[in-house]
């Protein structure tokens, strides 16, 4: 029988090997010094697919990885893509979505680093640069929105749970992971023209693809107004030269009281009757916007 137990639970150690892993190098020119985190699976498909998961205010890669609200784990091991989990070097842990450097395509800042890390692991891994997606909720739902604006060659797509628009943190000091209540509160607003160019003139020399957006708010939320939901599908359906009024509604979808909305083939919105900051990420619901 003691031989027995000791096989067992030899047999289910080996069962998972995978863990956590700190990249100490990521070859890292920027002068953030976030860190990078990396998990990846037991099985690996060929060529697989990377999802970045960047946490919220308050977290590190490490307790964001062991959130049971958090599902990629989950979703990697079963599906065999590799996900990578920046870990922010700002005290309170907040992502800089407020300063010049994180602001701007090659500005330093902690944009840049989550990009190098991006670079890293697809030569690590031989991952597949078509198909990198990032998601992240709160603090880590702005920093998705602010790398879609200056690494947009690097992305195919975002998926991220209630967050405010690129650029809407932005800090007139300059500083480094600066709060803005009006922004926050929701009294920032402008037109899907003047959201558009905050994004172009993060990287104003490019004129390449984006990626696909996807983006949640709760209607409760009372940390970032819903307001910063409306301002977002500005910005974005701005971007893509779409209308704001959707092609495609889905009442009570992906679950009841979400209301999915599409704006053309690259915009969609999903808005949550009665729930607050932040929405619980939907493993599946986001795995289909990536096409995983």
């Given at each position: ?285 986001s795995e289909e916007w990536f096409g995983l």
């Amino acid at each position: 029988m003691l031989f027995h137990g000791i096989l067992a639970g030899l047999l289910a150690s080996c069962a998972s090997a995978a863990s956590l892993t700190q990249v100490s190098n990521y070859n890292n020119n920027a002068t953030s010094k976030a860190q990078m985190w990396v998990y990846v699976p037991d099985k690996v498909v060929t060529k697989p697919p990377l999802v970045v998961v960047i946490h919220s205010c308050q977290s590190t890669a490490q307790s964001y990885f062991t959130n049971s609200k958090i599902p990629w784990k989950q979703g990697s091991d079963k599906k065999g893509y590799i996900t990578v989990w920046p870990s922010s070097p700002n005290s309170g842990t907040c992502w800089d979505v407020s300063s010049k450097q994180s602001l701007a395509h090659l500005g330093g800042g902690d944009s840049q680093a989550i990009a190098n890390m991006i670079l890293y692991a697809l030569d690590k891994y031989q991952a597949d640069p078509a198909r990198v997606y990032v998601t992240g909720g709160s603090s880590g739902a702005m920093m998705s929105n602010v790398l879609a604006a200056t690494y947009p060659e690097l992305i195919s797509a975002v998926s991220l749970y209630s967050g405010v628009p690129a650029g809407c943190f932005v800090s007139a000091s300059g500083g480094v992971d600066q709060w803005n209540n009006s922004c926050s509160g929701g009294q920032v607003k402008a037109s899907a023209d003047q959201w558009k160019k905050v994004v172009l003139d993060m990287y104003p020399s490019y004129d390449g693809p984006r990626p696909k957006m996807q983006f949640w708010h709760g209607s409760a939320d009372t940390t970032l107004a819903p307001q910063n939901y409306q301002e977002t599908l500005k910005q974005w359906t701005g971007v893509f030269g779409v209308s704001q009024t959707a092609t495609n509604e889905r009442k009570n979808y992906p679950q009841s009281q979400y209301t999915t909305d599409d704006f053309g083939p690259n915009v969609q919105g999903i808005y949550a009757q009665g729930v607050g900051h932040s929405v619980p990420a939907n493993l599946t619901a986001s795995e289909e916007w990536f096409g995983l």
